[in-house]
């Protein structure tokens, strides 16, 4: 049994570099495979998620069994036998590597320039994301070139972490700075800190100031600060207000009021009923 996915523009970018995968197979194994080697910058990845068998590598031998996962590089001599009583199973996934104009491949896909070959115990489970290539390969869903694609990516980096044994990468995300971050700042201030909301104090953690500040939320919520105030400490009344177990006064008190009747007047406000209303509304529900 052989399945085999071909003839399909798989490319894309790593890093500085270009990968093209240029077939994805699967099979059960009744044949050898005979010598043969990869031409400049192709590799091949040969996964077996079961049976057993032996590869013969640049005239050594190694065991093949379930979980083993081996790399061939360009010019890396390889044969494959399989066990007549348990025959490999076996993916295999065929790409080659282009530099970019400079001539190199970047941090991440240098490894395999370093590493023609490779071979033991796969410890990334590739296995799921090449069957998960696979099914996308056989629906076609929508988006599904996408999926490919990040799966084909996932595929290789697990690859180089089962080369290096999850070495720390060098690079790092850079810190996003405070502008792309004013978003964040502002949901988060509203969500967690409506009991002490201030226009200042916002201000302040936004690095701008208060006319700022509400021009800012005017343009990006259609609301100014006291209209998205208001709405953070009525959404927590709202809830609060469901539990049985606390009084009005207490709710009072956690929002921050400085009065039950101040906390009160602006409930009544914001929702048209007063709160004992919107008790009996929501309890007979």
């Not at 502002?186 to 700022?212: M, N, W």
Request: aromatic share 12%.
């Amino acid at each position: 049994m052989r399945t085999l996915y071909t003839n399909l523009n798989m490319r894309f970018r790593i890093e500085n570099a270009e990968l093209l995968v240029l077939n994805i197979a699967f099979e059960r194994f009744s044949r050898c495979i005979p010598r043969h080697s990869h031409g400049h910058n192709s590799y091949e990845l040969h996964y077996i998620p079961c049976g057993h068998g032996t590869v013969v590598v640049n005239d050594r031998t190694y065991k093949i069994s379930p979980n083993t996962l081996y790399v061939t590089g360009p010019y890396v001599e390889h044969e494959q036998i399989p066990d007549p009583s348990n025959p490999m199973a076996e993916y295999c996934l065929y790409f080659k590597l282009i530099k970019n104009e400079k001539g190199i491949y970047g941090e991440l896909l240098k490894t395999f320039e370093d590493t023609p070959f490779w071979f033991g115990q796969d410890s990334q489970d590739i296995h799921s994301t090449i069957r998960m290539i696979l099914w996308e390969l056989d629906n076609n869903y929508t988006g599904y070139m996408t999926q490919v694609e990040a799966l084909l990516k996932q595929c290789i980096v697990k690859l180089i972490r089962n080369y290096e044994r999850n070495k720390t990468a060098r690079n790092r995300f850079a810190p996003s700075n405070l502008a792309d971050r004013k978003y964040i700042i502002t949901e988060e201030y509203f969500l967690y800190e409506y009991q002490t909301l201030s226009l200042e104090v916002l201000a302040g953690k936004l690095g701008l100031g208060t006319r700022q500040t509400n021009r800012f939320l005017k343009d990006c919520y259609g609301k100014n600060f006291q209209q998205k105030k208001a709405e953070a400490k009525m959404s927590a009344a709202s809830i609060l207000l469901n539990n049985e177990n606390l009084t009005v006064t207490e709710i009072a008190t956690e929002l921050g009021y400085s009065s039950l009747e101040h906390f009160v007047t602006a409930f009544k406000r914001f929702y048209g009923m007063s709160t004992r209303e919107y008790k009996q509304k929501n309890f007979h529900k």
